[in-house]
C-alpha cells in the first residue's frame, strides 16, 4: 500500500512539496512554512515545505475530499478505560486532592477502532477525514498533517488554542468547562477555568517581559457544534532571546489538558492512564518562520490513524475531562461520552449534516 504525498492544511493554508523533518524546535526559528506535531509524551515533529498556497475550499471541493473516507463501524470503537475504571480513576484524583497533593488533574481515555481496507485499495486518507470534519464539526483550529513515512497522520477538529505567535507576541486560549448549553455550566468549571488561567500565566510568565502577561479574556462562552466551552485569553510579550525551544519548554503540555500543579498531575496521570496519548492533548499546527507568525492548536477533538502490530490501520480519538474536588464520577464520564459522541458519528460516517449522512 503506497504512501500517500506529504501534505498540511490549516483553513486556507495548504502546504505541499516537503523539504525536510526535524525533532528539533528550534529550527522553526529559521525560516520557512513548518507544520508541527507534538505528541503529549514529547515527540516532535516539524516538517518544512516549500510550497504554501492559501485556496479556499468550496463546498463542492470539500465533499470531494470528504468522499475518498471510509470511516469505521460506528459500534467498533473500544475504549482503553471503561466506565467503571474512569469513575475509579475520578474517586482516585479526588482522595490525592484531598490529600494536598494536586488541585485538578485532566483524566483521558483513548478510542481505538479498526479502519476498513481491501486488497491492493488505497491506504486510508487523512486529509480525507479532515475534509469529513470540516462539514460535520468546523472548528477554529482545524488541521492535517499528512507525513505517513515519518508516522504522521492527523486531523483534528481544535477549538483549543495552545499557542499563537505575532512577532514576540504569544497568546493561549484555554479551555475549561463543557456543557451542552450555556445553562449547564456547575461552578466548578468556573473555578477550574480560573485554576488553569493561573497555570498558563505562571507558564508563559518564565519566557515572557515580567509584568506582561495579562489576561484580556475570562471566562468567555463560546458555542461550538453540539456543545458550549468557557474560554480565557492570556497573552505575553516574549522576553529577548527567547524563540520556540524556550516556548515549548515553558508550555508543554498545555495547562488545560494536564492539571494544576503541572507536574504532580503529570505523575498522576502516568499512573492512572492505561494508553498513551499521542499527538490528542499535544500541539497540531503551523509556524511560519519567515513572518513570525504561527498557530499551535491543543490536539483536543483530534484523530490520529496508526497500524497495530498486525500492521492493520486504526483510528484512534482521545477524550477526557479535567478532576477537581467538585466532581462527580459518573457526571465526569459523561463529560467524555458528550466530548466523544458528535466526533465519532463524524469519523463514523453516520452523522447528520446538510440533511444527508457523510458516508
Known sequence: MRDLAPMA???????????????????????GFWAVAVDFEGRTVCARFGDVRRTPASAADTAARAAGWRGPDRAAWTTSMDRRAYEAGVRAIRERIAAGEVYQVNLCRMLTAPLPVTAGGPRPDIDALGAVLALGNPAPYAGTIRLPAHGVEVATASPELFLSRHGGTVESGPIKGTARTADGFLPKDTAENVMIVDLVRNDLGRVCATGSVTVPALCAVEAHPGLVH??????????????????????????????????????????????PRGPYCGAVGWVDADRGTAALAVGIRTFRIDRDTAGRPELRFGTGAGITWGSDPTGEWSETELKAERLLEVASGVHEASGRTLR
Do not use: H, N, Q
Open 230 to 275: 468557557l474560554v480565557s485569553t492570556v497573552r505575553g510579550e516574549l522576553r529577548p532571546g527567547a524563540g520556540w525551544p524556550e516556548l515549548l519548554a515553558a508550555a508543554f503540555p498545555p495547562g488545560s489538558v494536564t492539571g494544576a500543579p503541572k507536574s504532580s498531575a503529570l505523575r498522576i496521570i502516568g499512573e492512572l492512564e492505561t494508553a
Open 9 to 31: 492544511r490549516f483553513g486556507s493554508l495548504v502546504a505541499s512539496d516537503l523539504r525536510e523533518v526535524t525533532a528539533d524546535p528550534g529550527a522553526l526559528d529559521s525560516g
